[in-house]
């Protein structure tokens, strides 16, 4: 099994920063795809953004496209979400989650960490 966990979240400003990390640990080997996903209140989680392990293909929702960057660091197992300019529509919780092939369907995902508060004031 591999597991996940995520940090960085927390309160910001509308225009304000912040990075988002994943920890991954455990059976990584199968895991090719990493991915961010939020889930607002109310709301269905959705596709935020993606990135094989081994190049550097990156994947973007249209709503972040410009303002999130989803980058690596192979040798910490850790993948991150730096996120720009935020939004207060930005508000939800955030998860990582591991994948096999790249999709933006949450389902297909066979991995998930416990999520992260990111909060943006206006």
């Keep these: 099994q591999v597991q996940l966990v995520e940090s960085g979240g927390g309160l910001v400003q509308a225009g304000g920063s912040l990075r988002l990390s994943c920890a991954a ?62 939004k207060p529509e930005d508000t939800a919780v955030y998860y990582c989650a591991a994948a096999r092939y790249y999709t933006p369907i949450s389902d297909e995902y066979y991995a998930w960490g416990q999520g992260t508060q990111v909060t943006v004031s206006s």
């Design 25 to 86: 640990s455990g059976r990584t080997f199968s895991t090719y795809y990493m991915g961010w996903f939020r889930q607002a209140p109310g709301k269905e989680r959705g596709f935020v953004a993606a990135m094989r392990l081994s190049s550097t293909s990156t994947y973007y929702a249209d709503s972040v496209k410009g303002r999130f960057t989803i980058s690596r660091d192979n040798a910490k197992n850790t993948v991150y979400l730096q996120m720009n300019n935020l």
